[in-house]
Antibody
Framework: EVQLVESGGTLIQPGGSLTLSCTAS????????MTWVRQAPGKGLEWVSL???????FYADSVKGRFTMSRDNSKNTVYLHMNSLRVEDTAVYFC???????WGQGTLVTVSS | DIQMTQSPSSLSASVGDRVTITCRAS??????LNWFQQKPGTAPRLLIY???TLQSGVPSRFTGSGSGTDFTLTISSLQPEDFATYYC??????????FGGGTKVEIK
């Protein structure tokens, strides 16, 4: 059974750093691309980042230079390393696989002083 | 960057109504268009991919059509469980994998 489980969300102060994890089962995260999508409270879906099977990455302009996506094949896990966090980064963060047929349950990041 | 525009942003409808949501891409995306349903507090659920292909397990009252820049999601007979927010997303360009702004379907 395919499953994605995110973790790592918490309350953090502006300017802080945080790493989110997304652990997969039932498929291999390196087989295709994986993405992070976020949703601010009461708002729509916003694509954040993508990692290809090659390891190459793309980012939304809103997070470029502050967020880094990586992958650990041995743990079948992708990560989102978030630096210089801003209040506007407050959101539920979801991971999804390339086909977008499976998503994690989401993890809440709250950036506030 | 490509942009996805959905309309309307919200609508009120009754059980049994036919509902149509449109999505327009700022550039041609062939048929690389997904539709999602999201209910409060849950992850999005894939309904349709490749513009018109029904995802496994999705009821046949959901249909998608279109290609190029203009797409449509139709619910032929709205059911109580269909009240939710619907999003389109293009997957032709991998940066950005842009979503539409969403359409909230509410009970009239």
């Amino acid at each position: 059974e395919v499953q994605l489980v995110e973790s790592g969300g918490t309350l953090i102060q502006p300017g802080g750093s945080l790493t989110l994890s997304c652990t997969a089962s039932g498929f291999t995260v390196s087989s295709n691309y994986m993405t992070w999508v976020r949703q601010a409270p009461g708002k729509g879906l916003e694509w954040v980042s993508l990692i290809f099977s090659s390891g190459g990455t793309f980012y939304a302009d809103s997070v470029k230079g502050r967020f880094t996506m990586s992958r650990d094949n041995s743990k079948n896990t992708v990560y989102l390393h978030m630096n210089s966090l801003r209040v506007e980064d407050t959101a539920v963060y979801f991971c999804a696989r390339e086909e977008f047929d499976y998503w994690g349950q989401g993890t809440l990041v709250t950036v506030s002083s | 960057d490509i942009q996805m525009t959905q309309s309307p942003s919200s609508l009120s409808a009754s059980v049994g109504d036919r509902v149509t949501i449109t999505c327009r891409a700022s550039q041609s995306i062939s048929k690389y268009l997904n539709w999602f349903q999201q209910k409060p507090g849950t992850a999005p659920r894939l309904l349709i991919y490749a513009a018109s292909t029904l995802q496994s397990g999705v009821p046949s009252r959901f249909t998608g059509s279109g290609s190029g820049t203009d797409f449509t999601l139709t619910i032929s007979s709205l059911q109580p469980e269909d009240f939710a927010t619907y999003y389109c997303q293009q997957s032709y360009y991998t940066r950005p994998l842009a979503f539409g702004g969403g359409t909230k379907v509410e009970i009239k």
